[in-house]
Nanobody, 118 residues
């Protein structure tokens, strides 16, 4: 499987902003949505935001109006603009493209750590 690489995380103060980027090591046929997930210590991975090939977006209630997902026209690069960050946004952030059967088109990458702390 082709792996994804996420970057752009870091340490930021509450109220700050970060922009995450996700790229694939090579392009593969992967129709459907692209999704950002996050996993905080001791918690399950959760969906943060998703974008379809048509540009429709979905957000978790906890990040709505603060985060914005976008992608390039070829769906090769995925972005997550995170504004008004809160300590509860601290997590490792991952991206992937889910299949209808629950599997994923890509192997999971290492993720990028986002830490929100004063």
């Amino acid at each position: 499987q082709v792996q994804l690489v996420e970057y752009g995380g870091g340490l930021v103060q509450p109220g700050g902003s970060l922009r995450l980027t996700c790229v694939a090591s090579r392009s593969i046929f992967s129709p459907g949505a692209r999704v950002w997930y996050r996993q905080a210590p001791g918690k399950q991975r959760e969906l943060v935001a998703a974008i379809t090939s048509g540009g429709s977006t979905t957000y978790a209630d906890s990040v709505k109006d603060r985060f914005a997902i976008s992608r390039d026209s070829a769906m090769n690069t995925l972005y997550l603009q995170m504004n008004s960050l809160k300590p509860e946004d601290t997590a490792v952030y991952y991206c992937n493209a889910p299949r209808s059967d629950g599997s994923y088109y890509y192997s999971w990458g290492q993720g990028t750590q986002v830490t929100v702390s004063s």
